[in-house]
């Protein structure tokens, strides 16, 4: 193996322990395969996470930060209960998904990202979701036609949301919010750099 080669996968490594979460116990992994066999999508994965965690030790960050595999995860947390070695692997795959996101290299029309997007954006506005408006983004996010057909396919998912008082004038009229959503923006925009300002570059 050349110096090269061997400074390149360790860089990789060390640039998932700084800047993932948890990401110092991807080495932990010995590759037993319970993760894969205990998730309920791990028939859809490009990658199971044992596999992610050996790709992360051999360098291939390409590889890694543009996959579809992080975005996979449900936080079902099977997987955790069942790691022999008590690795946090949910954190990890989420940890990588947003560092993916970040960097810019996270694979194009990824559904879960643009479901995290909406359900942010839904968020930020007044510090409580608005379930009402939250769905009518996801049905209309393709366009007018499209929404109108979706709302048609799931108005007993509507209807039984009224009845359940998840969907009502208050949620029409702009629903709930916290006190002061303007501090909370604050709060969120000084967290975030913090956080920007902890990633290490390893380029």
């Known amino acids: 193996m050349s110096t090269n080669s061997q400074k390149y996968r360790n860089s990789f490594l060390k640039e998932v322990e700084a800047n993932v979460e ?30 992610i965690f050996m790709m992360i030790r051999a360098g291939k960050r390409e590889e890694v930060l543009s996959s579809d595999s992080m975005w996979m995860c449900t936080s079902c947390y099977n ?20 560092y993916s996101k970040r960097l810019g290299l996270m694979p194009d029309n990824q559904p879960t990202a643009e479901f995290g997007q909406i359900f942010w954006d839904n ?14 983004s996801m049905y209309f996010k393709d366009g007018f036609s499209q929404g109108i057909k979706n709302a048609m396919a799931n108005q007993k998912l509507g209807q039984n ?18 006190n002061s959503p303007g501090d909370l923006a604050k709060i969120i925009k000084k967290a975030q750099e913090i956080e920007d300002g902890n990633i290490q570059d390893f380029s």
């Open 22 to 51: 948890e990401g110092e116990w991807v080495k932990m992994c010995m590759q037993c395969g319970v993760c894969a066999g205990s998730c309920p999508l791990g028939k859809h994965w490009d990658h199971p996470p044992q596999e």
């Open 161 to 178: 949301m009224m009845k359940a008082k998840r969907m009502n004038a208050m949620e029409i009229m702009g629903g709930h919010g916290v």
């Open 79 to 98: 997987c955790i209960a069942r790691c022999p070695r008590g690795l946090p692997i949910t954190h990890i795959m989420h940890g990588l998904a947003v």
């Open 123 to 136: 968020l930020m506005k007044k510090g409580r979701v608005n379930e009402l408006k939250m769905g009518l």
